[in-house]
């Protein structure tokens, strides 16, 4: 009971206070689980893309037969070309729908749901850049 007191007094002391952070670990927790069910295929081919990248300095603008040809891409994935600075992987997992942005050779991970490109890729909502 004092560990809980003491909990939401220090939340209660936190922006947003205690909702804030039971609504911060419930999307924590989302993203763990749908990290786990992520298809590892989805977690090669963004490897494969940002090799690409690192090699070339773009990514590359690839016809649907060529990447439903690859070895990795499988039905439940697509490829949406954003141009030569940033691709998005689309997947099926066991969780529903997820998509990850490959921006400049860099992973910004999984969101929920199917995503096109972002309209700004300086801000691109629904990922977030990394703070560098």
């Given at each position: ?6 909990w ?30 992520v ?25 649907q ?49 199917t ?18």
């Open positions: 009971m004092i560990l809980l007191g003491s939401l007094g220090w939340a209660y002391t936190t922006p947003g206070g205690p909702s804030a952070r039971i609504r911060g670990w419930i999307d924590h927790t989302r993203g763990v689980v749908a990290e786990a069910s298809n590892p295929d989805l977690r090669r081919n963004a490897a494969y893309f940002n090799s690409l990248y690192a090699s070339g300095g773009s990514y590359p603008d690839l016809s037969s060529v990447i439903d040809g690859s070895p990795g891409f499988g039905l439940t994935e697509t490829l949406v070309y954003c141009g030569p600075q940033a691709i998005v992987l689309q997947s099926l997992s066991s969780g529903g729908s997820l998509s990850r942005l490959l921006l400049a050779g860099k992973d910004l991970g999984n969101v929920s749901g995503h096109a490109c972002p309209a700004n890729l300086a801000a691109p909502v629904p990922w977030k850049v990394p703070k560098k």
